[in-house]
C-alpha cells in the first residue's frame, strides 16, 4: 500500500542510490520508523545512526543517497543526511502528519527557524509559500541544507541564513552535531535532550529575529531544541505587528505545554493555541 498524509492525500518518497531507485510503501517506511525507535533505545550517537542506517538500507534494498518527495502536483529532492533515522521521522513527522499544519503558508512569507537541512523549508515552498526565511545555527548542517537547496534549483524564494536566534544580539555557546541531526542546542538544562551525546561546542553569535526580518510575516515556524521561548521574544515586535499563525515544537520540556502558549497571549492578547499531537508537541496559534 502507498503512503498517504494525514489529509488522506497520496504521498511518494522515492530513495535513490548506487543506480537504483526504491518508492517505499506504507508497509515499508512504518517497518523503517520502529526500526529506527528500537536502535535509538539501544544505541546512541554515531554508533545508533551507523546501526540504523544499515537496518533501513536492508529494508529499502539500497543505501539511500537523496530522497524524492512528490505530493499531489510538487515536488522536492533532498541529499539523505549521515542521521537517516532522524531523517525518517523528520519525513514521518514533516511531511506524512504534516505536523505544522502547512496549508496556512500558502500565499504567505513564511520564517523557519532551525530550519535543519531544509526539509520544512522546502515544503512550505511547494505547499505555495510566496517566501521563505530560514535560519540554522549549525554551519555543518547550513551546507547540507545549501545543498539541498541547489538540488532543487536553488530556488529564490528561500532565503536561508547560518543565524542562531534568540531574545537578544549577543553570544552563545552551541552544542551541535555534524551528521545532519536537529538536536543542536543553545542552552538548556540536562533533561533537554539528556540522551544526546554533542560532537562539539561553539560560541556563536545570536540575533533576535526583529533585527532580522523587518516586513511582512505570515507563519512562524520555530523548533530549536528547548530554545522556543528566547526565540518567541526576539520575534515580539514582528508578533504584535503582522500577527502571523505560529507553529512551534512544546515537547522539549514538560512545562512548555503551558509556559509557552502565556509567552504568545502576552506578547499579542487575541491569540487562540492548539497543542497538536500530529507527530510530536507543537503548539499552533492563530490571531482571532
Known amino acids: 500500500?502507498?503512503?498517504?498524509?494525514?489529509?488522506?492525500?497520496?504521498?511518494?518518497?522515492?530513495?535513490?542510490?548506487?543506480?537504483?531507485?526504491?518508492?517505499?510503501?506504507?508497509?515499508?517506511?512504518?517497518?523503517?520508523?520502529?526500526?529506527?525507535?528500537?536502535?535509538?533505545?539501544?544505541?546512541?550517537?554515531?554508533?545508533?545512526?551507523?546501526?540504523?542506517?544499515?537496518?533501513?538500507?536492508?529494508?529499502?534494498?539500497?543505501?539511500?543517497?537523496?530522497?524524492?518527495?512528490?505530493?499531489?502536483?510538487?515536488?522536492?529532492?533532498?541529499?539523505?543526511?549521515?542521521?537517516?533515522?532522524?531523517?525518517?521521522?523528520?519525513?514521518?513527522?514533516?511531511?506524512?502528519?504534516?505536523?505544522?499544519?502547512?496549508?496556512?503558508?500558502?500565499?504567505?512569507?513564511?520564517?523557519?527557524?532551525?530550519?535543519?537541512?531544509?526539509?520544512?523549508?522546502?515544503?512550505?515552498?511547494?505547499?505555495g509559500a510566496k517566501k521563505v526565511h530560514a535560519f540554522e545555527a549549525v554551519r555543518e548542517t547550513y551546507k547540507i541544507f545549501q545543498s539541498n537547496l541547489r538540488l532543487n534549483g536553488a530556488p529564490a524564494a528561500i532565503e536561508a541564513r547560518c543565524s542562531a536566534l534568540g531574545a537578544d544580539a549577543g553570544s552563545a555557546v552551541l552544542k551541535f552535531n555534524t551528521r545532519g541531526e536537529g538536536s543542536a542546542m543553545i542552552g538548556g538544562e540536562d533533561t533537554v535532550n539528556a540522551p544526546v551525546t554533542y560532537a562539539g561546542r561553539r560560541r556563536v553569535k545570536v540575533y533576535p529575529l526583529d533585527a532580522l526580518l523587518n516586513g511582512r510575516l505570515d507563519f512562524l515556524k520555530i523548533d530549536v531544541e528547548g530554545y522556543e521561548k528566547e526565540v518567541l521574544l526576539g520575534a515580539a515586535r514582528l508578533i504584535k505587528r503582522c500577527r502571523p499563525v505560529l507553529s512551534f515544537a512544546a515537547y522539549h520540556r514538560e512545562a512548555d505545554k503551558t509556559s509557552l502558549p502565556a509567552v504568545v497571549k502576552a506578547l499579542a492578547p487575541g491569540?487562540?493555541?492548539?497543542?497538536?499531537?500530529?507527530?510530536?508537541?507543537?503548539?499552533y496559534c492563530v490571531h482571532r
Do not use: W
Open 1 to 127: 500500500m502507498g503512503l498517504k498524509d494525514r489529509h488522506g492525500r497520496k504521498v511518494e518518497i522515492i530513495f535513490s542510490g548506487q543506480g537504483l531507485a526504491r518508492r517505499a510503501g506504507e508497509a515499508q517506511f512504518g517497518a523503517a520508523l520502529r526500526l529506527r525507535r528500537e536502535l535509538a533505545a539501544r544505541a546512541q550517537g554515531p554508533a545508533g545512526a551507523e546501526l540504523c542506517r544499515a537496518g533501513v538500507s536492508r529494508l529499502l534494498g539500497l543505501a539511500p543517497e537523496t530522497a524524492e518527495v512528490r505530493l499531489g502536483g510538487m515536488r522536492f529532492t533532498l541529499a539523505v543526511p549521515a542521521d537517516l533515522g532522524g531523517f525518517l521521522s523528520d519525513l514521518h513527522g514533516i511531511i506524512l502528519r504534516d505536523q505544522y499544519n502547512a496549508a496556512g503558508v500558502k500565499g504567505g512569507i513564511v520564517a523557519d527557524c532551525g530550519a535543519n537541512i531544509g526539509l520544512f523549508s522546502l515544503y512550505a515552498l511547494a505547499c
Open 271 to 283: 491569540y487562540r493555541v492548539r497543542l497538536n499531537g500530529y507527530a510530536e508537541q507543537d503548539l
